[in-house]
């Protein structure tokens, strides 16, 4: 692919992102009686929410442009070698995880919000959060470790500790606070790993710039 064109194509984690916060935003209205501080997000998508059409229309661009930011990023450290191997697992991993939440989640919405999960589909639909939630945690750990051995990757594991805290809190939240405030929890873990997408989007519109590639650290320990 083009340079300029996969550079560019990073944009597409900020158009995500602005679709999601759109999507949630904006969905409740369609749907009364909504409260964003004890429900979850994915209510407002579920299979017979009355916000699922206006859901549909905001959170499109964002089905699609998640998916595209992670796996241009995936080919173009991968292409280019950039920094470490662990560092490109990581990177990997965080594009299977948007792959797995986009198929998962179109093929296995939840029925219908705030209620017992016994269905086939529920139960698919929580393996596929849990698989989401595995390859996140997986992904961000790689990058913090990269982060904390390679100066040229420190900002990328800064952003990772970011995201995975504030999955944490979310996660914790989500047990620990009253039901009344799961709403507010919850939303801490959705917006880590949209936001950090955009982060992963923004590094490589301006090409990883600073960063080394295995080329590179193979060169420099030659010259010492």
Request: with cysteine.
């Amino acid at each position: 692919m083009h340079g300029r064109m996969i550079h560019r194509l990073g944009l597409t984690g900020i158009l995500a992102l602005i679709s999601y916060t759109s999507a949630v935003v904006f969905s409740p209205l369609a749907y009364p009686g909504y409260n964003w501080m004890t429900q979850a997000v994915s209510d407002l998508s579920a299979e017979v929410a009355p916000s699922r059409h206006l859901w549909n229309q905001l959170a499109s661009p964002y089905n699609i442009c998640s998916v595209v930011c992670a796996t241009c990023t995936a080919l173009f450290v991968s292409q280019k070698r950039i920094s470490t191997r662990l560092f490109r697992v990581g990177i990997c991993l965080f594009m299977a995880m948007n792959w797995v939440s986009a198929v998962g989640y179109g093929m296995f919405p939840l029925t219908a919000g705030g209620k017992e999960i016994a269905s086939f589909q529920e139960i698919m639909h929580m393996v596929v959060t849990a698989a989401v939630v595995l390859l996140s945690v997986a992904s961000l750990v790689c990058l913090i470790i990269v982060g904390c051995t390679e100066k040229a990757t420190r900002g990328i594991g800064l952003w990772a500790a970011v995201a995975l805290v504030l999955m944490m809190v979310g996660s914790i939240g989500t047990g620990i606070l009253p039901p009344q405030y799961f709403g507010i929890a919850e939303r801490f873990s959705v917006f880590a790993a949209v936001g950090f997408n955009a982060v992963l989007g923004m590094y490589l519109f301006h090409g990883f710039k600073g960063m080394s590639t295995d080329k590179d650290a193979v060169s420099e320990k030659t010259n010492r």
